[in-house]
């Protein structure tokens, strides 16, 4: 009797222990397969950035402007692989670390499994889920560089983008990602900074890159009219761009997603990046109202302009991003609608006021958006607990941030840029600008069925013009040795 | 000759040492190395490869005399027209 008792119950034990190991194996898989869906659905961010970039391009930019998007992926994808993965697992607490232990015993040494040449970094039928992970961020980091892209279009050389892009997206967002959206990160585990979908993460830090990059490039040949007032260059295929916005949006989805931890055996079964527990309808809740509040505010601020409605969809969602996991949609609704108003004021303030060419806003919309969306979570999510320490949010723990990343983002921005321009490699001939990028580059015109009509430009009077005579006369300012772009009379008044 | 040529094994050390979590990790260091060396390289070869086009036509464009037609003049051969279409760059072509 006893003896057969005994013998149920191991049999027992072993069928736990059996279907323990094969729940366990079934989370991974469907860790491996969330990670891996996201992915596919984050390439439509590409698709939409492409698309959209090219749309707000003219005629003659069309395919030059495209391609960055495209080579983006070349060089990211490597440089990210080699060192921006590592950077990640290893520099969390400010400097490099050697195969460290995380907050959490059972996630030992990351940073010894980011190094290229780590068992995790290839195929390993041990672990599901680090390279799945990998590729997540990866599409995080094109996505960064991305956003640089769009600002510079029609002067910027495509080599310059490559490698600005690749300094963005493999070196400087994922140093700050290290620092703040990570469990073990520094400004997480110190001041209980929260930035759970990478407002100010991606965002922010990419627009104070995108500036100082901008401030050495300088506008587009004929931005400026001689009083220094903006003149608008008309977009050559603006359903393209609200196409492109939309597949964007769509994307944003899997982006949101991805941003989240999975396991699905331990309640709630979702964390946040600092391994907080959330859900994925939190988030989701979250990124629909953000992108409702962000299309009322952007409509309402530019007074319906098609295009900033849509950017106002982006910047709505962007203010919000930080707080995603613990806001009401009411909250992410309201504060979303301020975050797309904010993006069309401040958007044309740096058009206008500081004569800097931002060409699709990404300043704006990013930039100020990321900070600002980190920023409201000190407000509205103070006190809430952050990461497995549960380091309370507080408003000068968010400011810690902000004051980090700004500096963070902007300085390699602008001395990567500097570099190139004193190098001669940054800016494209101002003959070549004014032909249009793309006869220099592919030697051809990527609408051939389609007659040539002139080019316009709007004035500041509003006003459609025919844009050749403005455009010889700012090449001719320019090969009279003032800046592109630039009116002659502000240039003076410079100090 | 050939039937005495060591294919399995040969086979098997060729394989050890390129694929990927094989005991000898010389193949992956090397192949790191070598995918970081091609990695830079793409970046320089952008880089001069662009320049010489951009360049090129910039020379062209002044070469023609005056100022390039804004937005590019109608396709077709024409001083704007580089005579280096196609992959072939080199402005000495």
Redesign the interface.
Known sequence: MTASLVGSMSWLLAQATEIEDKLSLDSQILAEQFYFFTVVVMWLIHVGFMSYEAGAARRKNIMSTAIKNILTIAVVTPTFYYFGWYIYGCFEHGGPAQGHAGPMPEFPGFCGATAPWADAMGPNLQDHISAVFFLAFLLFSWTTASILSGALIERVRLSAYLILGSLLGSGVWIMDAAWGWSAGGWLTTRFGFHDSIASAVVHGVAGAFTLGVLLNLGPRIGKYDLAGKARTFRAHNTHLTLMGLMLIFTGFYGFYAACLVIQSTITPGWLNIYLSPTTLGAIAFVITFGFAGGFTGGWIASRGDPFWTLSGGLAGVISVSAGADVYHPSLAYLLSITGGMFAVYVGNWIERTLRIDDAVGAVAVHGFCGFYGVFLVGIFAGGYPTGVNNVPVSFGGQLIGILTFIPLGFLPGYAGSWILKKLNLLRVPPEVELEGLDMAEFQQDFFPEFERVPETVVLPSGEEVESAPILLEGLAQVRNGHRAGVAVSEERRAP | MIDSFPFDKWSDDISAFWT??SED?TG??IM?VL??IV?LA??VY??W???R??????AL??AAGG?????????GPGP???P???PSTDPGD
Do not use: C, D, H
Not at chain 2, 67 to 75: C, E, K, T
């Open positions: 990927f979590w990790r992956t260091y790191t995918g970081i990695m793409a970046f952008w880089t490869l662009e320049n086009k951009l360049q090129a036509q910039a464009l002044r100022m390039p037609a804004p937005g590019g003049v109608p396709p704007s027209q580089p280096l279409a196609g």
